[in-house]
């Protein structure tokens, strides 16, 4: 029975266009990625704000998981941090 419904979610995903091959390993909630990326949730917010002086159009952008809930894509967080060590001078 739980086979069939995992088969079921599959095969909804496959017909949305959704590559469930290539699907993001893992979300990381706000504390996860402040662990991760070692900057305070005040600074993740400003970073993700357009207002904001500390602005960064590069960093990954939240994904909406409820009402008030929300997560990074583990990927994109990676890449980002890449991206960050690649411009050390």
């Not at 993740?44 to 409820?66: E, M, N, R, V």
Request: proline share 4%; hydrophobic share 35%.
């Amino acid at each position: 029975m739980a086979q069939q419904a995992i088969n079921t979610q599959t095969n909804r995903a496959m017909a949305s266009g959704y590559d469930v091959q290539n699907r993001p390993k893992k979300v990381l909630r706000i504390s996860e990625l402040t662990l991760r990326t070692g900057l305070s949730r005040s600074t993740i917010y400003s970073k993700l704000d357009p207002g904001s002086a500390a602005f960064d159009p590069t960093f990954p952008k939240q994904i909406k998981l409820g009402s008030r809930a929300v997560a990074w894509l583990e990927d994109e967080v990676d890449a980002w941090l890449c991206q960050q060590a690649g411009q050390r001078h």
